[in-house]
């Protein structure tokens, strides 16, 4: 939610507790994700590797999930930048490893946070066929050549959480409707080209 | 048992994993929707709650579509540059192959 937040780094201590990078770097990349801080299992899990109480786990993770925030939320990629954010008493090989990790991991954040935004909803899928219409209730002979679309549309995942509802919507088009709408996006592809001109 | 698409229904038909990977469309005799409108704008992307600058184009559509009824929906949906390009390219595909029908 409130990506500038401020950072418990007091808490971050009880990483010094971890029996290897690997265990630092793990926490790090479960804690960035936005499920983290609702999480019993990752609680648990932090609790048993360190070996701290579950106030000071939850208080690990949440600072953990903060930091990597705002360091997406900034997009900050510079070492320096990072290592900026930290007090200046702060535990120095803590900070560093910290700062490598988080270094490592920030343009893989930025893409999640960005999948994970808010948007409209997304076309997942889109399948088609070209049939020929030969014959109808109303008419007993004819060739109609026409077009059934379908598309398969994943509402904002932001919204539904782990299971965003997909719907479908089929249609039929006659070769003049396709036509038409080929010329209007064929408009937004003349943009991108104008665009990427520039 | 196969699911029956959006034919006779007027809002979408919502799917699980399983009945999204069945075999392909069937059309009934008073079929599907009929497309009304499309409307579209491009867009950038310039911030967000996650990210505080951001510089990612995107395109909207906006389907007005008709069951056979008349009664009218819209869906609107967005898409990535990548994404939309490999839409119209479906797209001029399938036109092409109508052509030659």
């Known amino acids: 939610m409130a990506a500038e937040a401020p950072v418990d780094f007091a808490a971050l201590q009880s990483l010094l507790k971890a029996s290897s990078k690997d265990v630092v770097r793990q926490l790090c990349q479960e804690s960035f994700s936005s499920s983290a801080l609702g999480s019993k299992k990752l609680l648990d899990i932090t609790c048993s590797s360190l070996s701290v109480t579950q106030e000071e786990a939850d208080q ?25 954010l ?27 946070a960005q999948a994970n935004q808010i ?26 050549p026409t077009c059934l679309l379908q598309m398969k549309i994943q509402e904002d995942a932001s919204l539904c959480g782990d299971k965003p509802a ?9 070769k003049e409707t396709l ?17 990427a001109n520039k | ?19 999204l990977c069945q075999p392909p469309l069937e059309a009934k005799s008073e079929v599907t929707n009929k497309l009304l ?31 056979q009824s008349g009664q009218i929906t819209n869906k609107s949906f967005e898409m990535t540059i990548p994404q939309f390009q490999h839409f119209f390219k479906q797209l001029k595909e399938m036109a092409a192959v109508i052509e030659t029908v």
């Open chain 1, 60 to 84: 690990l993770i949440r600072s953990l999930h903060r930091l990597t925030r705002l360091v997406a939320y900034r997009d900050l990629t510079a070492g320096e930048e990072i290592l900026a």
């Open chain 1, 86 to 112: 930290f007090p200046e008493n702060f535990h120095q090989n803590l900070k560093n490893l910290l700062t490598k990790i988080i270094m490592e991991h920030v343009p893989a954040w930025r893409k999640e």
């Open chain 1, 119 to 144: 948007s409209l909803p997304r076309l997942v899928d889109l399948d088609w066929r070209v049939d020929v219409k030969m014959a109808s209730d109303s008419i007993t002979r004819m060739a109609v």
């Open chain 1, 166 to 174: 997909i719907s479908a919507v089929t249609m039929e088009l006659s």
């Open chain 1, 179 to 195: 036509d038409t709408m080929l010329d209007g996006l064929g408009r937004i592809r003349d943009q991108l080209s104008a665009v």
């Open chain 2, 1 to 19: 048992m196969e699911r029956e698409m959006a034919a006779d229904s007027q809002t979408p038909v919502e799917f699980t994993m399983e009945e």
């Open chain 2, 37 to 67: 409108d499309l409307q579209w704008k491009m867009g950038m992307a310039v911030s967000s709650d996650n990210c505080r600058s951001l510089k990612s184009p995107y395109v909207a559509l906006m389907l007005k579509v008709a069951d």
